[in-house]
């Protein structure tokens, strides 16, 4: 597999904000947003046995496989298997635009194309907002969580608009619920 790094930090997004994990972060992307805040194009050739025994070598027993976009990994589901053979709980970020393994434990789908979706059934659904209608993903995704997070542009003035936002949305929408890069707040990885 191509893998871009693989550390240990807090999560620091969506539902399991606070929990200490393990993330494998591979290489690639099938799409081009405009505000990806992650380096993903570099990475090295890994066996499932490497990444497996790398991950190992931390204590939490929580891993987030994300990316990039882990689904373009063809070994993804061998990784699944691997994972959860040396007792991890594996959660994935996608953008939902390809299958993936039906064996992992929580799918964290954060879709940039609607019209290219396909995970419309995720444990979680993360939109990252940027002003834009959410009457599409209400009516599109069933998911046991959702989340919405301000999208951080660079610009000060746009995130607290963009904050305010989502605070407006959620205050009067409740299914849903703020999540915020709590890793960035708190100057962690």
Known sequence: MRINEIFCSIQGEGYFTGTPSVFIRT???NLQCSFCDTSHAS???MTIDEIVA???SYPPRHVVVTGGEPSLQ???PQLVDSLHKEGFF???ETNGTRPLPVSIDWVTCSPKQLSKTLILHPHELKVVYQAQ???PYEQLFDAQVYCLQ???TGDTRLNDSLLRGVIDYVLSHPHWRLSLQTHKL???R
């Open 186 to 188: 708190i100057g962690v």
């Open 90 to 92: 594996v959660q994935i």
């Open 133 to 135: 209608e959410m009457t």
């Open 27 to 29: 290489s690639g992307c």
């Open 43 to 45: 990475g090295e050739d």
């Open 150 to 152: 301000p999208c951080d």
């Open 54 to 56: 790398s991950a190992a």
């Open 74 to 76: 063809s070994e993804l």
